[in-house]
């Protein structure tokens, strides 16, 4: 067996003191070791011999050139933060002075615009007169997803105890444990109250949970998912659906109808408000479509 380099034995440690002293999870361990074992082959390959032989200039020209071969930004920002922290812990530990890692950032990513259903194609998704339970029971789910714009985790979340107010509002729990208490709309109560008194045939072997499944218990993330693409495909939508893409329905038509993006960003737990900004260019590119399409000067004039 090849011995350990110095590096390696460093990096091990580092390893060491993630999994024992900072209890990581075992994802964060796997990227970590992912992406230092990327640095360990490099610094090799370099024929380095001390980490005070790295320096920010180098560490730049290693994050082009593997930029370069592909890798992409988000794994980038990752990766240099995974050798952020490494330094960090040899500052730490006397072997290093500073950190060449500080002062450096990956490109950033070109963020995608959300998918989102138009205001028509939300009613045709919305519009549903079977009396089956768990078609009740999916009805109050996607009423819901579009009335106040919940997260998947948040819907499947929910207790019977969620909703004050005879139903007019309900309260989750967001990320990082944030409570937040939203209005439910008239459909959406409506299509709520039904749920519940077809939910007392259901065997109950969760008491609190809102929404079961047909075995009684709490709803899954998956089985939403399922029956959510389920009945899009039934409705004929054009496109596959997803309950994420309900909520990005929700912020896009609110803040069309608004313009208030406070307002949204409070209705969706954003808690920074550039995550809700991009629905304002959601809004902006489909200003841009209409007006490609209606304004004189813009029109592609058509052939003869």
Same mark, same amino acid.
């Given at each position: 067996?090849?011995?350990?380099?110095p590096f390696q034995q460093d990096v091990d440690a580092f390893l060491d003191?993630?999994?024992?002293?900072?209890?990581?999870?075992?994802?964060?361990?796997?990227?970590?070791?992912?992406?230092?074992?990327?640095?360990?082959?490099?610094?090799?390959?370099?024929?380095?011999?001390?980490?005070?032989?790295?320096?920010?200039?180098?560490?730049?020209?290693?994050?082009?050139?593997?930029?370069?071969q592909g890798l992409q930004s988000k794994s980038l920002q990752r990766l240099?933060?995974?050798?952020?922290?490494?330094?960090?812990?040899?500052?730490?530990?006397?072997?290093?002075?500073?950190?060449?890692?500080?002062?450096?950032?990956?490109?950033?990513?070109?963020?995608?615009?959300?998918?989102?259903?138009?205001?028509?194609?939300?009613?045709?998704?919305?519009?549903?007169?079977?009396?089956?339970?768990?078609?009740?029971?999916?009805?109050?789910?996607?009423? /819901?997803?579009?009335?106040?714009?919940?997260? /998947?985790?948040?819907?499947?979340?929910?207790?019977?105890?969620?909703?004050?107010?005879?139903?007019?509002?309900?309260?989750?729990?967001?990320?990082?444990?944030?409570?937040?208490?939203?209005?439910?709309?008239?459909?959406?109560?409506?299509?709520?109250?039904?749920?519940?008194? $077809?939910?007392?045939?259901?065997?109950?072997?969760?008491?609190?949970?809102?929404?079961?499944?047909?075995?009684?218990?709490?709803?899954?993330?998956?089985?939403?998912?399922?029956?959510?693409?389920?009945?899009?495909?039934?409705?004929?939508?054009?496109?596959?659906?997803?309950?994420?893409?309900?909520?990005?329905?929700?912020?896009?038509?609110?803040?069309?109808?608004?313009?208030?993006?406070?307002? $949204?960003?409070?209705?969706?737990?954003?808690?920074?408000?550039?995550?809700?900004?991009?629905?304002?260019? /959601?809004?902006?590119?489909?200003?841009?479509?209409?007006?490609?399409?209606a304004h004189p000067r813009a029109r592609k004039k058509n052939k003869d």
């Amino acid at each position: 067996m090849q011995p350990k380099t110095p590096f390696q034995q460093d990096v091990d440690a580092f390893l060491d003191y993630l999994k024992f002293e900072k209890n990581s999870s075992r994802h964060t361990l796997s990227a970590y070791t992912r992406d230092l074992a990327k640095l360990t082959v490099w610094l090799e390959a370099q024929a380095l011999f001390s980490w005070s032989d790295i320096s920010e200039k180098r560490l730049r020209y290693w994050l082009a050139e593997l930029h370069r071969q592909g890798l992409q930004s988000k794994s980038l920002q990752r990766l240099l933060s995974s050798v952020r922290s490494l330094f960090r812990y040899l500052n730490r530990q006397g072997v290093v002075e500073g950190n060449p890692a500080k002062g450096l950032s990956a490109p950033k990513a070109s963020r995608k615009l959300p998918v989102t259903l138009d205001t028509d194609q939300m009613h045709a998704l919305l519009e549903n007169s079977d009396d089956d339970p768990l078609v009740v029971r999916d009805q109050a789910m996607l009423e /819901l997803f579009y009335s106040s714009g919940l997260r /998947l985790s948040e819907l499947v979340g929910l207790n019977l105890e969620s909703f004050k107010e005879e139903y007019q509002q309900v309260k989750v729990l967001g990320k990082g444990g944030k409570e937040r208490l939203l209005p439910v709309g008239s459909k959406a109560r409506n299509a709520v109250k039904q749920w519940l008194t $077809v939910r007392a045939t259901f065997p109950v072997k969760d008491e609190q949970a809102m929404f079961l499944s047909k075995q009684g218990e709490r709803i899954s993330q998956r089985q939403v998912q399922n029956r959510v693409k389920r009945q899009a495909q039934e409705q004929g939508m054009p496109t596959s659906v997803h309950p994420h893409m309900l909520r990005h329905s929700f912020a896009s038509h609110m803040l069309e109808s608004s313009g208030d993006l406070r307002a $949204v960003q409070e209705l969706l737990g954003h808690s920074d408000i550039s995550t809700t900004q991009i629905y304002t260019h /959601l809004d902006f590119q489909h200003l841009a479509d209409v007006y490609d399409k209606a304004h004189p000067r813009a029109r592609k004039k058509n052939k003869d």
